[in-house]
């Protein structure tokens, strides 16, 4: 099993990658946004738990994130391999996750950061918000989202950079150049 953060500000082409990735590695993909936005759709009890966090642009308490996460994983008991898109988000959160994998017998194997300007975030929001309308591409839900990632998200970089586990990725430039430096980590 190969498991795989990939990290990176709002709008930083994640999701983008996480699709490619996934077909050509057979990651199942695990997104605390797509999860959330499915549960808030829903109205599932954790939809409703974190409906106001979200929408005001807030992290979800830890505890909850992982809950949830952990009962994706043990969904998929069959997985070749995980990709988390969005998670870990604090450094408990990043100690949560390795606990959790290693209690399952594996491990975070690659975390890759799609190193992004500000102002290029700004820019892919911008155009995302044009098309898919998603209530969390708000202008002002977005400002809080990106100033969250970095006062606090930012930060459990070094917690992996100093395990020598973190990878960086230009993440401005063509989606198939950017998908090309992913695969040359994961296959390295």
């Known amino acids: ?3 795989l953060v990939l990290f990176g500000p709002p709008g930083a082409g994640k999701g983008t990658q996480s699709d490619k990735l996934k077909e050509k590695y057979g990651f199942v993909h695990i997104s605390t946004g797509d999860l959330f936005r499915y549960h808030k759709e829903h109205q599932t009890e954790l939809g409703k738990r974190v409906k106001e966090y979200i929408d005001n642009g807030m992290l979800v308490p830890d505890q909850v994130t992982i809950d949830m996460l952990q009962e994706e994983v043990n969904k998929n008991p069959e997985a070749t391999g ?3 898109d969005g998670f870990p988000r604090t450094v408990p959160q990043a100690e949560a ?9 594996s491990a975070i194997h690659h975390i890759i950061a799609l190193d992004v300007t500000e102002e290029e975030v700004r820019t892919r929001i911008e155009k995302r918000r044009a098309i898919s309308q998603r ?9 809080r989202r990106i100033n969250e ?8 970089l070094p917690y992996y950079e100093a395990q020598g586990r973190l990878a960086r990725v230009q993440g401005i430039g063509e989606v198939e150049v950017i998908f090309s430096a992913l ?5 390295a």
């Open 1 to 3: 099993m190969k498991n």
């Open 82 to 84: 995980f990709l988390f």
């Open 97 to 105: 996750l390795d606990a959790f994998m290693q209690s399952l017998g």
């Open 135 to 143: 209530i969390d591409d708000e202008a002002e839900t977005v400002n």
């Open 149 to 156: 990632y970095y006062a606090k998200t930012i930060h459990v």
């Open 183 to 187: 695969c040359n980590i994961l296959d």
